[in-house]
């Protein structure tokens, strides 16, 4: 055998995502492998619970386990050899912690059987780290509880617990296998814990998926730096820059980008995007050149053939929200507004339940009030007298009663009936 000169060539990613329950593992590996590659395998031990994001991403899956039984780490085995003979660009493990409950079964707690059940252990990982692409491997994470100091909205010091997660439910050392392993939150942040990969060292990345995925695979070599794009790290900051690209580069008018918004995505405003269809927007509208006598570029039709704006959307795409008090603190005697003609719709109107997830959870860990002014501000509902007006239907809607002491008054489950019902009013309306 010989030596041979090192060349930073042909290395795919070997990704960790761990995290305690609802902290966003699944959906972040699909956000991220999205951008590593066209063609996405996912092996599913979580009961199908892929399945709920089958129509924000592209993927093929493979369900391991059944009602009778739990997945068997051989399970696992085949399936990363069949997403190998298929040739699929990124492979996504949800979640490699059934795997460890697999040996744990097979050992019957009794030492001797380890000689058996180590191997196959040994196996998986050698075929996810010579895996023919990039690899996203998610855990979940061994809890714990720290309580921490918090002020009250009455300016009163308390302490309060918050779960954080420890070390991934696996095999003992098995984040050594990975380039990089990264801690999710019950705010969907992924923070770097380890990693080999220069541009991840110490970061951390909310919502991780575009700019995360081309650190990566900067630090791997397969990416030069000028392609390298950070997008916004909310929703909000990406409809401001839609807003700004339309108006303000391409100086659109606002029938012009409405009709640009219908042609591509069915939508006449932008609040109306996911959060992955507002990243193509933006993308889309900066490979447009401006043109005071022509808005659109050459590939787009005349504003003429395309479907009209709806009238019932009383939100232009141009305008920005602007700061507004919380509903229980607006007061009858406020400088009276013009009377809104966007009418209000029941919920059972065709509303998405996909969208309504997108909008409310990025705002766990919110306070009732806190959530209500960032859905009003999000789903860019501008005036006092709209806000009431929805505030007031969505009460109406549950059968709730306002309490005097303000939204944050409400329990738990009342405040997410009230918030769900807010947000289907006002994508109906």
Not at 328 to 333: A, F, K, N, Q, R
Not at 368 to 385: G, H, N, Q, W, Y
Request: charged share 25%.
């Amino acid at each position: 055998m010989s030596f041979t000169k090192a060349v930073k060539e042909n290395i795919f990613l070997r990704a960790l995502l761990m995290g305690v329950q609802k902290t966003g593992k699944t959906y972040s590996a699909l956000n991220i492998a999205t951008h590593l590659g066209s063609r996405i395998a996912l092996i599913d031990s979580e009961a199908h619970s892929s399945l709920r994001y089958a129509d924000i991403f592209t993927f093929d899956v493979q369900h391991l386990g059944s009602r009778e039984a739990d997945p068997h780490i051989k399970d696992y085995i085949q399936a990363v050899r069949d997403a190998a003979d298929l040739g699929y660009d990124v492979l996504v493990v949800d979640s490699l912690s059934h795997s460890w409950m697999s040996e744990l079964a097979l050992s019957g707690g009794q030492f001797q059987n380890w000689a058996q059940v180590r191997p196959l252990e040994r196996t998986l990982i050698n075929l996810l780290l010579w895996y023919p692409g990039h690899v996203i491997a998610t855990a979940r994470s061994k809890s714990e509880y720290v309580v921490e100091d918090r002020t009250t909205k009455s300016g009163k010091q308390t302490k309060a617990p918050r779960e954080v997660g420890t070390a991934p439910v696996q095999s003992p050392g098995v984040q050594y296998e990975f380039d990089v392993v990264v801690q999710m939150d019950h705010q969907h942040t992924a923070t770097v814990k380890g990693t080999r990969l220069s541009l991840l060292d110490g970061k951390s990345f909310p919502l991780p998926g575009r700019e995360f995925a081309e650190a990566c695979l900067m630090s791997l070599g397969a990416l030069p730096e000028s392609k390298v794009f950070s997008p916004p790290a909310s929703m909000d900051e990406l409809m401001t820059q839609i807003g700004q690209e339309c108006f303000q580069r391409l100086t659109w008018s606002k029938e012009t980008a409405k009709g640009f918004l219908q042609k591509h995505f069915g939508v006449s405003v932008r609040s109306a995007l996911s959060f992955q269809q507002m990243q193509q927007c933006l993308e889309l509208l900066r490979d447009l050149s401006p043109s005071p006598t022509q808005p659109l570029a050459d590939s787009e039709p005349a504003l003429e053939s395309l479907p009209p704006a709806s009238e019932s959307n009383a939100s232009s795409l141009a305008a920005e929200p602007e700061p507004m008090a919380a509903p229980e603190t607006l007061s009858s005697d406020s400088e009276p507004e013009p009377e809104s003609t966007a009418p209000v719709l029941e919920p059972e109107a065709a509303v998405s339940d996909k969208r309504v997830v997108e909008i409310l959870e990025p705002l766990q860990g919110q306070n009732p009030a806190e959530k209500v002014k960032s859905i009003f501000d999000r789903l860019e509902i501008e005036t006092k007298t709209e806000r009431r007006q929805f505030h007031d239907e969505a009460f109406k809607t549950t059968g709730l009663v306002k309490p005097r002491q303000g939204l944050n008054a409400m329990d738990e489950d009342a405040a997410e009936r009230y918030c769900d019902a807010l947000v289907r009013l006002i994508l109906a309306a």
